[in-house]
């Protein structure tokens, strides 16, 4: 999902935006914050994860989250978030994987992932790559859910 540009917004940008998605099995929620270029690429001031686990338990996440990125780890102030499930699908409950072998990652495939989700941080394609047994496809197919 990737949300409205704000704006005016400078320091305290306010999006104040509905998405709704699927949650699957992955049960965090990685926010990105982004400084919209006009003459060049944008670029990512900062970042948060969110733990919805609770979420699928039932339990409203409303929270401010702590956004890391150029400053160190949680120093690039907070977002606040609020998230809640509508409706629950069996077929999408989080779960293990089935089981794969386990392989090194090949830093090829991570690259070309990497040219693929290039919006994504190479630590989130490789994590998920390795949740999915490095296996290319199905990566694929969960990056593209995320």
């Known amino acids: 999902f990737t949300s409205e540009v704000c704006t005016n917004g400078a320091k305290t940008p306010k999006w104040n935006q509905e998405a709704r998605m699927p949650l699957g099995r ?4 990685k926010i990105e ?3 919209s270029c006009t003459m060049s690429e944008d670029r990512r001031v900062a970042f948060g994860v969110a733990d919805l686990a609770g979420v699928l338990a039932g339990d409203e996440l409303d929270t401010d989250l702590p956004l890391s990125g150029e400053q160190g780890q949680d120093k690039e102030g907070t977002i ?11 077929a999408a409950a989080p779960g293990p994987l089935p089981p794969r ?5 090949d830093p090829q495939v991570v690259a070309q992932l990497r040219e693929m989700f290039p919006g994504l941080d190479a630590d989130v394609i490789v994590t998920v790559l390795q949740a999915h047994g490095n296996d290319m496809d199905s990566t694929m ?3 593209l859910a995320m």
């Open 80 to 90: 606040s978030i609020r998230v809640k499930l509508l409706e629950h699908s069996p």
């Open 141 to 143: 197919a969960a990056l």
């Open 33 to 35: 914050v982004f400084d």
């Open 26 to 29: 992955n049960l965090k929620m």
């Open 101 to 105: 072998a386990s392989r090194p990652t």
